[in-house]
């Protein structure tokens, strides 16, 4: 966290949750509010995972007010994992929340990619969604729903090569049917270590574009 961070809780659907703001620098015009989802909360994911702060912070850069926040069951979000059904729930209510109005960006790492897709196919017909950003999207392992075509120009897929956790192929396969580029970083793990800033570089320039 920084300075412009704050932390606060709100009601979600499964009770209290636990939600992280990140501001742009003083005096600089917002552009709206990004809300970002972290990956899997069975296995140690939380809105403080590194991939999530770097798409924060790449967000922030940019001008957009960065929403991070912990799944219901994970810190101090009450309720249980509920397999992506409840969490899309919580993502949906947080937008309601905190970001009802204005230019949206929708952003995910792992399962929480997982579950950016289903935000977006549930706000496509009533939300404008401005970016999206998909890290590591759990294809493997979950039935990520394609994307609209009308989203795609606004959409930008990243995926380690040698990601352990999520093969490339698996996330292929998913973007194959529906024409979607995905971006691959050489040599990367799931988690992108020693290639964050690399992370940060390719989401402030789809950002910027």
């Known amino acids: 966290m920084n300075s412009r961070t704050r932390r606060f809780q709100i009601s979600g659907p499964a009770g209290t949750m636990e939600v992280l703001r990140d501001e742009p620098a003083p005096g600089s015009q917002v552009h709206g509010t990004a809300v970002i989802a972290h990956p899997h909360p069975l296995f140690a994911g939380t809105m403080e995972n590194k991939v999530v702060q770097t798409m924060a912070r790449a967000f922030v ?10 799944f219901r069951g994970v810190g ?19 937008i309601a929340a905190q970001a009802a109005d204005g230019p949206l960006a929708l952003a995910g790492f792992s399962f929480g990619s997982f579950v950016a897709t289903r935000v977006v196919q549930a706000l496509w017909s009533s939300r404008a969604v401005e970016k999206i950003v998909l890290v590591g999207t759990a294809a493997s392992r979950f039935e990520v729903p394609a994307l609209p075509q009308d989203a795609h120009d606004m ?6 090569e040698e990601d352990d956790t999520v093969p490339l192929a698996a996330v292929l ?12 970083v050489p ?14 570089s390719l989401v402030l320039r789809h950002l910027r574009s």
């Open 155 to 160: 959409t930008l897929v990243i995926h380690a």
């Open 61 to 70: 850069q940019s001008g957009w007010a960065a929403l991070r926040f912990n």
């Open 173 to 184: 396969d998913w973007a194959r049917p529906q024409s979607l580029p995905v971006t691959v």
């Open 187 to 200: 040599g990367g793990s799931h988690f992108f270590h020693g290639q964050l800033p690399l992370l940060k």
């Open 76 to 94: 101090a979000s009450e309720g249980e994992h509920d397999d992506g059904r409840g969490e899309t729930d919580d993502m949906l209510a947080l």
